[in-house]
């Protein structure tokens, strides 16, 4: 267990005789927030980009083929693991 020091066993002492104050001056100068009407203000409009332009896409003959063969071989893949025939899929 901890031990308090001199300091905090004094302001604890103090607290307990002066309790009733502490809270009332407290209380006192306790004021509400008041609300802001956050509601009835426009809000700004998102700017959308309405054009995108996407470059053409370069595609040699070589990278179609190879694309061709890694589909072929991710077909077969597939259909061992369904257990089918590659014709089926």
């Given at each position: ?21 502490i809270c009332e ?24 980009k309405t054009e ?38």
């Amino acid at each position: 267990m901890e031990q308090l020091t001199p300091r905090q066993i004094y302001n604890r002492e103090y607290y307990r005789n002066n309790r009733k104050t502490i809270c009332e001056k407290k209380r006192n100068g306790y004021s509400p927030k008041q609300k802001t009407q956050t509601a009835t203000k426009p809000r700004p409009a998102k700017k959308i980009k309405t054009e995108v332009i996407t470059p053409p896409k370069r595609v040699s003959p070589e990278e179609l083929a190879k694309a061709k063969a890694r589909q072929r071989i991710e077909d077969i893949k597939l259909a061992r693991e369904l257990g089918i025939s590659v014709e089926d899929l």
